[in-house]
Structure formats: C-alpha cells, structure tokens
C-alpha cells in the first residue's frame, strides 16, 4: 500500500489542523494506520493509530482529547483531527501502514508503508 500525507502547516496555539492520510488501497481490515510524529533532535513517535480489524482508535497520552484519528473507507483515508494545538506539537507528522501486534501499535519498525511527512508548526 502507498500512502500521501498531506494537511500540514502553519497554526497558531489553539488552533486546529487536518491531517490526511490517503492510500493506494483498503486499509480497513487489511493495515493498521497510525500517525507519528518526529521533532528535530527526538525520536519518532506514536500519535494515534486505528486498527485494520476492530477500527480501535489508540492515542498517546499526550494528545488525548485533543487528537482524533478517523477512516473513511470509501475514499481510503484515514484523518488526524488535532484540536487545542501547542508549540509542543510541531514536528513532521507521518502515516503508515503495517499489521502490528496488540500493545506494539506504538512501535514504528512494526509498520511497513510510510507517506513522506507533513509538516506542523504552532505558533505560540
């Protein structure tokens, strides 16, 4: 599956962006798509993933009743609603594909199809 990442931008703090992952195929039932996030000088991480099979949303503590991930299975998009954004969430926002096991959704090697990055700057 190829993914595009696209949404990204300029926002001020408190403000609110979409993400959009769109994939060459169906991802429900087939791939697990999750959103990371890499900031200059740390390591890539888990921002929220939605499973292939049961569609159960996962999120970091961190951006928990803020971010919502969503697929629509028509358009083969899976989203990142983000709301009440802060500085601390600029980075380069990526999606992609895999089939990880339960309690590993937040382990970027377990995932296989990555889109090439969005970035996300928020303004203070």
């Known amino acids: 599956v190829q993914l595009q990442a696209s949404g990204g931008g300029l926002v001020q703090a408190g403000g609110s962006l979409r993400l959009s992952c769109a994939a060459s195929?169906?991802?429900?039932?087939?791939?697990?798509v999750g959103w990371f996030r890499q900031a200059p000088g740390k390591e890539r991480e888990l921002v929220a993933a939605?499973?292939?099979?049961?569609?159960?949303?996962k999120y970091a503590d961190s951006v928990k009743g803020r971010f919502t991930i969503s697929r629509d299975n028509e358009k083969n998009i899976v989203y990142l609603q983000m709301n009440s954004l802060t500085p601390e969430d600029t980075a380069v926002y990526y999606c992609?594909?895999?089939?990880?096991?339960?309690?590993?959704?937040?382990?970027?090697?377990?995932?296989?199809?990555w889109g090439q990055g969005t970035l996300v700057t928020v303004s203070s």
């Open positions: 992609a594909a895999g089939r990880p096991a339960h309690s590993a959704y937040d382990l970027p090697g377990l995932y296989y199809n």
């Open positions: 195929e169906r991802t429900a039932n087939r791939y697990t």
């Open positions: 939605i499973t292939r099979s049961a569609g159960i949303s």
